[in-house]
């Protein structure tokens, strides 16, 4: 970009300042998304270990037969239904996201699978979605930041970078 005065120059950083913030909202929300899509294709596999979150350990007999006598995929841990996978969600206010459960029945029984109890060991989606994340969010939101400030509107990963 040329400008050809001060006065354009500033013309123009004051519309990126201006232009700034929504177009980090817009980076954030597509970060949330992205997010809530990875922990939503977590359910029904095993994972594997992720940074601090540990590996899932196989069903135990007793589940899958339970899972099987009501007609529900064997093999597929946390998937019987498909109502907790649809209580993930996200929410996006301004420079703050959230990715959660839904408060229902579906969404706090995630959350004892995330968490585990003294009966059960941990099998998070949640935590291991987000830092499986990590690169695209800092591609993402350092995209947006940059869009901002040139005063671009095209949120996007890098060329070549689909955020998997």
Not at 25 to 32: H, I, R, S, V
Not at 65 to 74: D, E, S
Not at 108 to 124: D, N, R, V
Request: charged share 25%.
């Amino acid at each position: 970009m040329e400008f050809n005065d001060m006065a354009a120059l500033a013309f123009h950083f004051a519309k990126a300042a201006a232009r700034e913030p929504v177009v980090l909202e817009n980076g954030l929300e597509k970060c949330a998304v992205h997010i809530e899509g990875l922990a939503k294709d977590e359910i029904g596999h095993y994972q594997s270990s992720v940074g601090p979150f540990p590996a899932w350990a196989e069903l135990a007999d007793s589940p899958e037969q339970q899972k099987a006598a009501h007609g529900y995929p064997v093999d597929a841990p946390l998937l019987a239904s498909g109502e907790m996978r649809e209580a993930i969600t996200h929410e996006v206010s301004g420079f703050e996201a959230a990715i959660g459960v839904k408060d229902d029945d579906a969404g706090k029984k995630l959350i004892y699978h995330e968490l585990g109890t003294s009966k059960m060991p941990a099998q998070p989606v949640l935590g291991p979605a987000a830092f499986r994340g990590k690169e695209f969010i800092i591609r993402t939101i350092g995209h947006a930041a940059v869009s901002g400030m040139i005063g671009g509107e095209q949120i996007h990963s890098s060329p070549g970078y689909e955020g998997k």
